[in-house]
């Protein structure tokens, strides 16, 4: 039996981020992974202003670290496609300079970015990385966590777990109980193409909206050396009630709709395409309980509107490393004492969740998506509140405002 203050199951962005930051503070933890890095994660690649600022926290060199790596392009912005074919591009930072400022995203494959963040957890001797362990039982014993695998060869006590092992952790359904909700969880699909044409000399991702694929929407992020990543989404509870085979929709929209066809003659398929699961952060859950924490997908705190989950994983991840640090110094591993964890999460990701939720409704409204792209294209003052909006939560709040979709449409 391995006994440790701090055990935290999963090494992607949240754990590694957690691990990081309880380092730092001279505190050890034991991190575990079933799998060896490098390793795939599905993903669409993107990592946003709120990724390079988590670097950031952990060490002020990081996000440099990274624009180093040859394995990452420089985002400078989002290309949204409203049904009626609009493009509305919204730059990360308004009138910006490629060739002098400091890029505002990335867009890496997981592979490489989560390999990235673990090459900074072997730096550090305070964390203790087990990899290929494939944790599958968790029971209560003396007032910890005991964790354990199939095998029984691996036997750990904890006085206190952070489950950081993504959207399908065992921990979080069967311990903590969180429950797969269709309204509030997304389907996804990832392929990796090369070849595509027309990709954006900014490295502005693409998100389409194409009428017949509502309220689901197809993206294409470019990748360095030629690759992109391109995928579909859709809420789980629409791809249910509309029996929709994801993977025959997004190769019929590639083969067929005018644009795409175009933009694929010559591109290449490479490797398979893959499926995965999104929980959304669409609604507030508990995340915490006696001894344990759950953090970034295991949590359900992805963006609703986005799909984005990275930036929130290592968010949490930070929280949690906060609270555990808390838990340490005052001997307290009980649900109310940890609850402190939950508010310090909400209180930072709540405002931001919610007005995504409010967002993603917006494709109820397909003729009003077209109405705000097709303004925003030839309204300078309203592409750039727009861009503002993704950096500035109060401007984002006009969404939810009736008196904002009246201007558009009578002004």
Not at 72 to 94: D, E, N, R, T
Not at 131 to 141: A, C, L, N, P, V
Request: proline share 5%; glycine share 8%; hydrophobic share 40%.
């Amino acid at each position: 039996m391995q006994e440790t203050d701090i055990c935290i199951v999963g090494a992607g962005p949240g754990g590694a981020t957690a691990a990081l930051h309880l380092a730092q503070q001279g505190i050890p933890s034991l991190l575990i992974d079933k799998a060896v890095f490098p390793r795939d994660k599905i993903c669409g690649d993107a990592l946003s202003g709120k990724v390079v600022s988590e670097l950031k926290r952990i060490h002020p060199e990081l996000p440099e670290r990274l624009s180093q790596q040859p394995v990452q392009l420089p985002s400078w912005g989002i290309h949204f496609i409203s049904p009626a074919g609009h493009k509305l591009s919204v730059p990360f930072k308004y009138n910006y300079n490629s060739a002098h400022d400091t890029p505002s995203g990335y867009i890496a494959k997981r592979v490489d970015f989560d390999n990235f963040l673990i090459e900074e957890v072997k730096k550090r001797p305070e964390i203790t990385l087990l990899e290929g362990m494939d944790i599958s039982s968790y029971t209560r014993e003396n007032g910890q966590i005991r964790l354990s695998d199939s095998s029984g060869s691996i036997n750990i006590s904890t006085k206190l777990l952070i489950a950081a092992n993504g959207a399908h952790s065992s921990f979080s359904r069967h311990i903590a109980g969180i429950k797969q909700e269709p309204e509030h969880y997304c389907a996804g699909l990832r392929a990796y193409y090369k070849n595509v044409s027309g990709l954006d000399q900014d490295n502005f991702i693409e998100l389409h909206f194409f009428k017949d694929f509502l309220p689901g929407y197809f993206w294409i992020f470019p990748l360095p050396d030629g690759y992109a990543n391109v995928g579909v989404g859709m809420l789980s509870e629409a791809v249910s009630k509309r029996k929709i085979n994801l993977k025959r929709e997004m190769l019929r929209m590639i083969a067929e709709h005018p644009e795409l066809k175009k933009r694929f003659a010559n591109a290449e398929l490479v490797g398979d395409i893959k499926g995965y699961g999104l929980p959304l952060g669409s609604k507030k859950r508990t995340i915490s309980g006696d001894n344990y924490m759950l953090v970034g997908d295991a949590a359900s705190l992805i963006d609703p509107f986005t799909g984005e989950g990275v930036s929130n994983a290592m968010i949490s991840g930070r929280w949690a490393a906060t609270q555990a640090a808390q838990c340490l110094v005052q001997s307290n591993f009980s649900a109310d004492f940890i609850q402190a964890y939950d508010k310090a999460v909400y209180n930072r990701l709540w405002k931001e969740l919610k007005l995504s939720r409010q967002m993603q409704r917006l494709l109820d409204y397909p003729w009003l998506f077209n109405q705000v792209a097709n303004k925003a294209a030839t309204n300078k003052a309203l592409a750039e509140t727009i861009s503002c909006m993704f950096t500035d939560l109060d401007l984002r709040e006009r969404l939810k405002q009736p008196s904002f979709y009246m201007k558009l449409l009578f002004n």
